[in-house]
T-cell receptor
């Protein structure tokens, strides 16, 4: 099992450009989520999904879109990048989310918006 | 929603000493409290967790305590080693059917040889 795979690992964008961060898991996990990590701010939840076709907002959803067409994939889209979206992004999944399940994190994607 | 406060933000100890990191939470319905360790440049990984029906849990040199009345929980690391140096995050779930895990802002632990 590869676990949770994120691509790309690094990306530089110009303000206003769009891009998609990819996340895939091969563990048949129902729950998937995206977090952003900024210095001194911890991990903040952007969006999450509890199954194919079901997504919802987290703590900091503005400027990001998600979709979940398959169990395996949960891409994060930035429609018009802003410097405030410079961050490290982590995708995380768990078998389900009864509220007490271990999150498996991807290796992270470092995004810089100029 | 849930609010998780974590202290201290940085902690420096000598090898062999103990380290304690404390967190408070706001949602009285929260019932799951994990701790994640993140080494420099790596992904967060779970090191220990506790559920609300338990007051303390140990795993070798690591222990977590929970006080539901006061809404706080703590991570205790004994006999610290240089490889314990990392950022530690506490977290709490939102009660009920809310599928969210809220993290504290992290504690940078440095263990000096």
């Amino acid at each position: 099992n590869a676990g949770v795979t994120q691509t790309p690992k690094f990306q530089v964008l110009k303000t206003g450009q769009s891009m998609t961060l990819q996340c895939a898991q091969d563990m048949n996990h129902e729950y998937m989520s995206w977090y952003r990590q900024d210095p001194g701010m911890g991990l903040r939840l952007i969006h999450y999904s509890v199954g194919a076709g079901i997504t919802d907002q987290g703590e900091v959803p503005n400027g990001y879109n998600v979709s979940r067409s398959t169990t395996e994939d949960f891409p994060l889209r930035l429609l018009s990048a802003a410097p405030s979206q410079t961050s490290v992004y982590f995708c995380a999944s768990s078998l389900d989310f009864t509220g007490a399940n271990v999150l498996t994190f991807g290796a992270g994607s470092r995004l810089t918006v100029l | 929603g849930e609010n998780v406060e974590q202290h201290p933000s940085t902690l420096s100890v000598q090898e062999g000493d103990s380290a304690v990191i404390k967190c408070t939470y706001s949602d009285s319905a929260s019932n799951y409290f994990p701790w994640y360790k993140q080494e420099l440049g790596k992904r967060p990984q779970l090191i220990i967790d506790i559920r609300s029906n338990v007051g303390e849990k140990k795993d070798q040199r690591i222990a977590v305590t929970l006080n539901k009345t006061a809404k706080h929980f703590s991570l205790h690391i004994t006999e610290t080693q240089p490889e314990d140096s990392a950022v530690y995050f506490c977290a709490a779930n939102s009660g009920g059917s809310n599928y969210k895990l809220t993290f504290g802002k992290g504690t940078l632990l440095t263990v000096n040889p």
